[in-house]
T-cell receptor, first 109, second 118 residues
Framework: AQRVTQPEKLLSVFKGAPVELKCNYS??????LFWYVQYSRQRLQLLLR??SRESIKGFTADLNKGETSFHLKKPFAQEEDSAMYYC???????????FGQGTRLTINP | GAVVSQHPSWVICKSGTSVKIECRSL??????MFWYRQFPKQSLMLMAT?????????EQGVEKDKFLINHASLTLSTLTVTSAHPEDSSFYIC??????????????FGPGTRLTVL
């Protein structure tokens, strides 16, 4: 069975500080990993996906197959980063997404 | 581009009635759409995968006769909650999978529909 775990429900950091949102997954095959973000009163939107290997809004995430992790990182947090972040997994070949529980990130001024 | 709409955005109905929720991909075609349910302060749970021109694929534990899905065109999927009960009250979110372009295979989400069953 596939599972995505985000151990932190809430995360609060100060503006300018580094931020890391943790994501671990359980899947026996080769998954695709995603980070989705939901800003206040907005719909869920894609932040980044591991196969793109790009940085979006200063965020990066590296897939670590040995540790089955896909942590989201940003070196200097900004107030506009405050949002709900969901890590998601798509089983190889399938199209559906399995979501983690989400982490609410708050950036304090 | 890649906008997904849902209608209605919220609905209140009486117990025992049926409610239809529409999901549309506005500027792209989607052979595959997905329906999720989200309880307060919880994550999204996939209910079913909607396939254009064929039957939907339901996740384990989701009653297909209660949650009827129709995907009659490449831009529209509907979810009908039949004989709704208060426990069906929830936030229902759809997504559509882009099949071409640079973000192929990405799911784009609708804004959600809040269903309250009295």
């Amino acid at each position: 069975a596939q599972r995505v775990t985000q151990p932190e429900k809430l995360l609060s950091v100060f503006k300018g500080a580094p931020v890391e949102l943790k994501c671990n997954y359980s899947y026996s095959g080769s998954p695709e990993l995603f980070w989705y973000v939901q800003y206040s009163r907005q719909r869920l939107q894609l932040l980044l996906r591991h196969i793109s290997r790009e940085s979006i809004k200063g965020f990066t995430a590296d897939l670590n197959k040995g540790e089955t992790s896909f942590h989201l990182k940003k070196p200097f947090a900004q107030e506009e980063d405050s949002a709900m972040y969901y890590c998601a997994l798509s089983p190889g070949g399938a199209q559906k997404l399995v979501f983690g529980q989400g982490t609410r990130l708050t950036i304090n001024p | 581009g890649a906008v997904v709409s849902q209608h209605p955005s919220w609905v209140i109905c009486k117990s025992g009635t049926s409610v239809k929720i529409e999901c549309r991909s506005l500027d792209f075609q989607a052979t595959t759409m997905f329906w999720y349910r989200q309880f307060p302060k919880q994550s999204l749970m996939l209910m079913a995968t909607s396939n254009e021109g064929s039957k939907a694929t339901y996740e384990q534990g989701v009653e297909k006769d209660k949650f009827l899905i129709n995907h009659a065109s490449l831009t529209l999927s509907t979810l009908t909650v039949t004989s709704a009960h208060p426990e069906d009250s929830s936030f229902y979110i759809c997504s559509a999978r882009a099949e071409s372009g640079t973000l192929r295979d990405t799911q784009y989400f609708g804004p959600g529909t809040r269903l309250t069953v009295l």
